[in-house]
């Protein structure tokens, strides 16, 4: 690194509030040239709001930006790549229906003729081995693929900062591996890197600084490469980190959730549909399915908790077949479950808590009395939840939506278990939930499953799985790998199973320089 | 300094409450301008639509008796667009439960006894119901949008009225007029007091209000409709089906609709003419938005309709107003109210003229 340049980017005093919070206090870093620098923090730590400043989305209420040695203001975005600021979002913003040449065409400021811009385009894309065929229409891409068109569109700009944000959180460990090869070949080109996470390994493997922000403020600034995992994680919560406690000898019963010959065939235009999905899960057993995002987890979730019933013998509990019933009468014979989106699924966010009670507890907790609602018997139960699970709220009458995302998610985990299901399905359970709250929802799955329940845990991260599951399975296009333990089986392949044919379509499809796929 | 709308962390229950208080307000405001620059005394008329029929006591026999079916239709709406189900027809309805009352009465008129009253009621209230079948059938077998065809029946159920007045119901002592015979005693609703116009729809009114409240906050079916208006996909995950509250909710509002409509037939006309329609169906549409969608505020919104229509009958006869003053009134309500209901999710924050609002 060369120490006479000023640095790329300068941070000093940068401060915003919103009602109620202040996002970012007073928050100073500075990035070299060529550097990988980490922004880590929990959700809720003021990563977003912080990039969201240097890109122009926001302003700051207070502070300097210094570009380059000069102090600079960012009115908005546009400004913001014209001084060489390339952003690639958590969520992509594509035209499915469009191919990777046309959506690039639409994201940039400037008009570039077609022709000129495909060259451009397959020059970068050969530069840094990001293998894409312009042509395709993106609706058919893996979501790696897609990532990759927004890094080409962030790239054709030639930054000098380019920021991302959790690029990760979508991908397989493989397409980590491939994303990490591009931005360490861009940062040996002198292009500036701020990567905000908070997955401790990627950053350890990646990163040359890494600044730490815990409620809007900076807590430490450290080389990754010294500081193990666990003491950043502490830094980053401020607090001892807490290890989910499983008894020793864990032996599992009788099989109390089947899965037989599970299809289904989705009526969504981009929907996915299920094929042949079994699986079985014993009680006291903790089953996980990974996978990237989109390959029919939510699909997989409504055909399991009854929101679409399927074929009558496709789902099994204990000795029940319940494929064709509704979710009230699953609920009744003791299986629930928590989707992932929290408002307007798993909870109403106009309702207050204790309404968000009768939503899925009336039935087993007998709320309901000739067709009246007990509110006295839903009030109760639900300050039991409040309680049991430590939810910051202001009693059972708060409304859902007034609750922070981690603190609904511990609600809605609570009122779940503690209905004392002899099988639960959770979908993402601790998607956008802190470390604190993150802990508490896994112990509390544990816990349920030593009594003796049948858990299934459908997450994106492959870490949680890891660390609470004692079996899992990956799901890909619809399609459920075999079941695996724990333990027994490498990161890598389950990582191939993630991939699974959007890898293999890849290599056989497209190479740089390949004949044009038939524009659809 | 421009100004800008911006989304609230909650929606505003203060703007909840102020919006209907706040319309009401503005549109006597605006009245008075309108009709001062249309060369009328608009403070006056304004105070002649508001005020006579609160101080007139002879004038709240009118409220009552105008106030008593817009309730009843607007509590039946209310439930259903709790449950975002748009009935828009309850007009036809109204008229369909006026058809099924008459009918009774037409095959009763040799006959006498206190059941006769109740069957018409309840035929009403079927016809009703009937009517809002078909949109129900529409919408949950064919996914056809509600609002249109509730709608269209409204014209196809007045042309029905039309033609049953033209033939075979036409009274045969009538001098060919387009009317039914008028009802019996058997056939009328009774009065609450001799020597008044209030009769029993009024107090009716007030029950079914009374239940609908107790059924919408203290009830599953209550429970059900609000989950799937505010949250569809909760409401399949807790367990409710979309379809059969599609239903429900256009069994009840058309049903409620055919009550009102039975009531006026029974009530203060007693007997079938083609003036029968008279609009309430559309004017309920107000009350219920204007009441909050709350089946009790419903009845402080239908006695606020009740004093636009009476108020407009007065100044009519002192002032000389053109008979439409008390539709540009209704008119000006409902998008004042509509206006106001912006501010319940959204707040104008002043932004500074510098170019920073740019950013998506």
């Known amino acids: 690194m060369d120490a006479e340049l000023p640095f790329r980017l300068e941070l000093a005093g940068i401060t915003k509030r919103f009602p109620g919070v202040v996002a970012n206090d007073d928050v100073g870093f500075a990035v070299r040239p060529g550097e990988i620098h980490a922004l880590l923090g929990e959700n809720g730590a003021g990563k977003s709001t912080l990039v969201k400043m240097i890109y122009g989305i926001l302003q700051p209420d207070a502070g300097t930006i210094t570009w380059n040695g000069h102090p600079v203001v960012v009115p908005n975005p546009k400004a913001a790549r014209k001084l060489g600021i390339g952003m690639v979002f958590q969520h992509f913003s594509l035209f499915e229906a469009l191919t990777v040449l046309e959506n690039i065409a639409l994201g940039l400021d400037a008009k570039v003729p077609a022709r000129e811009l495909e060259s451009r385009i397959r020059a970068i894309m050969q530069q840094y081995g990001l293998m894409l065929d312009p042509h395709r229409i993106v609706s058919t891409l893996s979501v790696g693929e897609r990532q990759r068109i927004e890094i080409v569109r962030a790239l054709l700009l030639e930054p000098q900062l380019l920021i991302m944000d959790e690029p990760t959180s979508v991908l397989t460990p493989q397409e980590v591996d491939q994303l990490f090869v591009v931005l360490r070949q861009l940062a040996q080109e002198g ?35 010294v500081e193990t995992s666990r003491s950043m994680a502490e830094k980053m919560i401020g607090a001892g980190l807490k290890d989910i406690v499983k008894g020793k000898n864990r032996t599992f019963g009788a099989p109390r959730f089947s899965v037989k010959h599970l299809s289904l065939k989705s009526d969504a235009q981009f929907g996915v549909s299920l094929e042949d999905i079994g699986f079985e899960v014993r009680a006291g057993e903790i089953f996980g399915i990974a996978g990237v995002a989109g390959n029919g987890q939510n699909e997989l979730l409504l055909a399991l908790d009854g929101e679409v019933p399927v074929g009558r013998d496709a789902i099994v509990m204990d000795t029940t077949a319940v494929g064709e019933l509704h979710p009230s009468e699953r609920r009744k014979l003791g299986l629930c479950a928590v989707p992932e989106e929290r408002h307007g699924h798993a909870a109403v966010s106009d309702f207050t808590l204790s309404d968000n009670t009768v939503l899925t ?105 890891l660390a609470l599951c004692d079996t899992l399975a990956v799901i890909n296009s619809g399609r459920l790998s075999q079941k695996m333990v724990v333990g027994e089986v490498s990161i890598e392949e389950i990582g191939l199973l993630m991939g699974g044919v959007h890898g293999t379509a890849e290599e056989t499809h497209i190479a740089p320089g390949a004949a044009h796929a038939v524009p659809a | 300094m421009q100004f800008r709308l911006e989304k609230r962390p909650q929606p505003s229950r203060l703007m909840l409450y102020a ?54 239709i607007a509590v039946g709406l209310s439930i259903a667009y709790r449950a975002n189900v748009w009935n828009i027809g309850a007009e036809g309805q109204y008229v369909a439960g006026a058809l099924g009352g008459t009918a009774v009465a037409l095959l009763t008129m040799k006959m006498q006894g206190p059941w006769i009253l109740p069957v018409m009621i309840l035929c009403g209230i079927l016809a009703g ?6 949109p129900a059938f529409l919408k949950t077998q064919l996914d056809v949008n509600e609002i249109l065809t509730t709608l269209m029946l409204n014209y196809a159920v007045v042309q029905l009225l039309y033609f049953l007045l033209r033939t075979s119901w036409k009274d045969p002592m009538g001098f060919s007029f387009p009317k039914t015979p008028l009802f019996t005693a058997s056939q009328s609703l009774p009065f609450l007091w001799p020597g008044t116009i209030m009769h029993w729809g009024v107090p009716t009114a007030i029950v079914v209000a009374l239940v609908a409240w107790f059924v919408m906050s203290r009830s599953v ?31 009840v509002s058309g049903g409620l609709a055919g009550l009102a409509g039975v009531l006026e037939a029974a009530g203060p006309f007693r007997q079938l003419v083609p003036a029968f329609p008279t609009g309430y169906g559309f004017t309920a549409i107000i009350v219920a938005f204007l009441g909050r969608l709350s089946p009790l505020g419903c009845v402080i919104a239908g006695l606020v309709l009740a004093i636009s229509y009476v108020g407009g009958e007065v100044a009519q006869t002192t002032l000389g107003l053109p008979s439409a003053a008390t539709g540009i009134f209704q008119g000006m309500l409902l998008f004042f109210l509509l206006a106001g209901d912006v501010f319940v999710r959204y707040r104008l924050k002043a932004v500074s003229t510098r170019p920073a609002g740019e950013a998506a």
């Open chain 1, 191 to 225: 292009c500036s890197i701020l990567y905000i996470s908070h997955k401790l390994h990627e950053i350890k493997a990646l990163c040359d600084t890494a600044t730490i922000l815990r409620g809007g403020k900076v807590v430490d600034t450290c080389d990754p490469k």
């Open chain 1, 361 to 465: 507890a009336r039935d087993r907790l007998r709320m309901v009395t000739g067709g009246l609602i007990k509110a006295g018997a839903a009030k109760t139960y639900t300050g039991e939840v409040i309680t049991t699970f430590a939810v910051k709220a202001l009693g059972p009458s708060a409304t859902a939506g007034s609750l922070s995302g981690g603190n609904l998610q511990k609600y809605i985990m609570g009122r779940e278990i503690l209905q004392k299901p002899s099988v639960l399905v959770v979908s993402q359970p601790t998607w956008g939930v802190d470390a604190g709250a993150a802990a508490a929802i896994h112990q509390a799955i544990v816990d349920l499953a030593a009594q003796g329940s049948a858990v299934v845990v459908i997450s994106q991260d492959l870490d949680e799985l």
């Open chain 2, 19 to 72: 919006a209907p208080v706040l319309a009401v307000l503005l549109t006597m405001v605006a009245g008075a301008v309108l009709f001062s620059a249309l060369g009328y005394n608009g403070i006056g008329a304004v105070l002649e639509i508001f005020t006579k029929p609160l101080t007139n006591p002879l004038k709240w026999q009118d409220l009552g008796v105008k106030a008593a079916p817009l309730i009843i």
């Open chain 2, 129 to 134: 119901m009937a009517l809002a079948a078909i």
């Open chain 2, 221 to 251: 079916f209550g429970f059900q409709v609000r989950v799937v208006g505010s949250a569809p996909n909760a409401a399949r995950y807790g367990g409710f089906s979309a379809k059969r509250t599609v239903w429900l909710a256009l069994l």
